[in-house]
Each structure stands twice: as structure tokens, then as C-alpha cells.
């Protein structure tokens, strides 16, 4: 997924808005979640999620709520979202 924040100013900025979107993602849903690209832009992040069952419906409601988060969220906008089941 990657995302954009028009309103940082610095990574400092980034990295704080991307550490509480993560840490509140990771809590709230149980999945695994990384800025895993764009690490030293400051304007733009690359967020990975993965999650693992043996039902893939429920895998699939799980990162619609994932996306549904971080779309809802003012401080980002989501730009790209690709996903990949196995």
C-alpha cells in the first residue's frame, strides 16, 4: 500500500504518523505490518500487511478493514494498494 502525507515536514514527521498508524493497525487487527519501501521520503510510505488464516474470506474482510482504516485516516491518503494471496 502506498500512501502519501501532504502536511509532513520532515521524515521525523513522517515516521511519527507512520509509527502510530502501524502500532494502532498491528494492536486493533492482529496482523504483521511494516513500512517496507520509501523509507527515507518524507511524503511517501510503503506499508505492507500480512495475514495469515486457513479461511481466505476472513483474510480478505481483514485487510478490507486494514485499508478501510487507513483510508478513513486524515493525515494520509492511500495512492496504490495491491494485494497477493497464496
Same mark, same amino acid.
Given at each position: #500500500?502506498?500512501?502519501? #502525507?501532504? $502536511? ?10 507512520? @509509527? ?7 494492536? @486493533?487487527?492482529?496482523?504483521?505490518? =511494516?513500512? +517496507?519501501?520509501?523509507? $527515507? ?8 500487511? =500480512? /495475514? +495469515? ?8 474482510? +481483514?485487510?478490507? @478493514?486494514?485499508? $478501510? ?8 491518503? +492511500? /495512492?496504490?494498494?495491491?494485494?497477493? #494471496?497464496?
Amino acid at each position: #500500500m502506498v500512501l502519501r #502525507m501532504q $502536511d509532513t515536514q520532515s521524515l521525523k514527521d513522517k515516521r511519527q504518523i507512520i @509509527k502510530s498508524l502501524i502500532e494502532t493497525t498491528r494492536q @486493533k487487527f492482529n496482523v504483521s505490518i =511494516a513500512e +517496507v519501501d520509501d523509507l $527515507d521520503k518524507w511524503r511517501q510510505a510503503v506499508i505492507g500487511v =500480512a /495475514c +495469515v488464516a486457513n479461511d481466505s474470506q476472513f483474510v480478505n474482510r +481483514v485487510l478490507d @478493514k486494514v485499508l $478501510d482504516t487507513f483510508e478513513s485516516n486524515p493525515l494520509v491518503e +492511500v /495512492c496504490e494498494v495491491e494485494l497477493e #494471496m497464496l
